[in-house]
């Protein structure tokens, strides 16, 4: 259940009221403001507009993203609590989820130091696992007939120590095939399909399934579709050179096919990794 509730101040005053302010995120290409504030002993992640010139394409967003966090709940998708709404549009609050953004700027995808180098560098058999719960989260957002959009590495959280994978910033799913009516659409060029970058095509779920294959592409192999760099065995590979065929008729036809379809070379002997 998530609790709904009403408040005359401004977000932050708000939320230095009832907590500590341990981590402010202000400088994200949304425009948002989102904060990590600790209460009653525990971590909260609180996404808001902030003070926006021109909120309204934000706040539709937001309450996209309320609409979602109220309708799905998995293990990997930190739970959201409340939604609050107030003078400054809705605020958002979920668990706190630990670990660090895999998404890091490009200039420091080859620094040893990043969690995108480190991840990428760990076994392939803890890559692929972390990538299972990627799959299951989109295996049932997509059974409700929702469509990923903006999906990419700044959408992972890792949490190095216990292995776990958290999945965030789902805003711009949404519950159906659409047209795309911007050209280039939000996104990251890494993860979209081709016909994100092209006005008037459909945007449905072999968008989101090339996405997926480029998660593991990414991930698993060093971006690109050779063989020798991927570091899992072929029948994985194959899963993801299918999901990232140019023509949508020649991917998996939906989120859950694209899951079944990875689970079962999962299951082969090799589909495990030492
Ligand atoms: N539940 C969470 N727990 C901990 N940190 C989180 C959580 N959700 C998001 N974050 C962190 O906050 C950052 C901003 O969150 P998010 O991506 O949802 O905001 P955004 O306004 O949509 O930003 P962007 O323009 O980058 O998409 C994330 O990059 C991540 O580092
Ligand atoms: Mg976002």
């Known amino acids: ?7 005359d101040l401004a977000p932050e005053d708000h939320l230095r009221a009832i907590g500590t302010i341990f981590a402010v995120f202000d400088r994200q290409d949304s425009g948002n403001m989102s904060y990590g504030v600790e209460w009653d002993g525990e971590r909260h992640f609180v996404k808001t507009a902030g003070r926006a010139e021109d909120p309204e394409q934000r706040w539709v967003l937001l309450r996209n993203a309320a609409r979602i966090g109220a309708t799905y709940r998995h293990e990997a998708l930190p739970a959201l609590r409340e939604v609050i709404e107030s003078p400054h549009g809705p605020v958002l609050i979920y668990d706190w989820a630990d670990g ?24 392939p058999e803890r890559i692929a696992a972390a990538l299972d719960s990627v799959v299951e989260v989109h295996d049932l957002l997509g059974r409700a007939g929702e469509v990923a959009g903006d999906f990419y590495d700044g959408c992972l959280i890792y949490d190095f120590g216990t292995h776990r994978m958290s999945v965030v910033d789902l805003d711009h ?67 993801a050179i299918r999901a990232c065929q140019p023509l949508p008729a020649d991917r ?9 379809d990875w689970r079962e070379a999962r299951s082969l002997e090799g589909g495990r990794m030492a």
Do not use: C
Request: aromatic share 10%; proline share 7%.
């Open 1 to 7: 259940m998530v609790r709904t509730s009403r408040i």
């Open 100 to 123: 660090e953004l895999l998404g890091v700027p490009r200039d420091r995808r080859d620094d040893p130091a990043s969690a995108f180098h480190r991840f990428r560098h760990l076994p």
């Open 173 to 239: 799913y949404r519950p159906g095939p659409y047209v795309n009516e911007m050209g280039r659409m939000f996104g990251s060029t890494r993860f979209m399909a081709p016909e994100e970058f092209v006005k008037g095509e459909t945007i449905d779920q072999r968008t989101s399934v090339f996405t997926l294959g480029r998660a593991v592409l990414v991930l698993l192999g060093d971006g690109t579709t050779h063989r020798e760099a991927f570091r899992g065995p072929a029948a994985l590979w194959e899963v």
């Open 252 to 260: 998996q036809p939906d989120l859950a096919s694209f899951a079944a």
